[in-house]
Nanobody
Framework: QVQLVESGGGLVQAGGSLRLSCVASGGTFSVGGMVTAMAWYRQSPGQQREFVASIMTGGDPKLADSVKGRFSISKDFAANTVYLQMNRLKPEDTAAYFC??????????????WGQGTQVTVSS
């Protein structure tokens, strides 16, 4: 199948920066599977998971209004990887950040896969 592993989270002071990475791997890619889109979501304790950013093959990146001007998303789908550059971080950005991937196989699309998350904590 497909596994997603996020990295790059940590503790940072308000105003600082972090760069998250997410790599997709698994046997699916050796039998014709291709990543066509990847996205980042985040979830704080007691809150619903919310969309942060997404990027797809041949499409413009999308960012949530709350992070526009501060975060950017980029991809290297040849390496099944997506990045989230987070600048000017705020305490309200504190959350677990999850990566998701859309994978196309020769017969269609697989259900989206999710990573285990990486914690981002922004201190004031």
């Amino acid at each position: 199948q497909v596994q997603l592993v996020e990295s790059g989270g940590g503790l940072v002071q308000a105003g600082g920066s972090l760069r998250l990475s997410c790599v997709a791997s698994g046997g699916t890619f050796s039998v014709g599977g291709m990543v066509t889109a990847m996205a980042w979501y985040r979830q704080s304790p007691g809150q619903q998971r919310e969309f942060v950013a997404s990027i797809m093959t041949g499409g413009d990146p999308k960012l949530a209004d709350s992070v526009k001007g501060r975060f950017s998303i980029s991809k290297d789908f040849a390496a099944n990887t997506v990045y989230l550059q987070m600048n000017r971080l705020k305490p309200e950005d504190t959350a677990a950040y999850f990566c998701t991937a859309t994978v196309r196989i020769p017969t269609g699309y697989l259900p989206d896969f999710w990573g285990q998350g990486t914690q981002v904590t922004v201190s004031s």
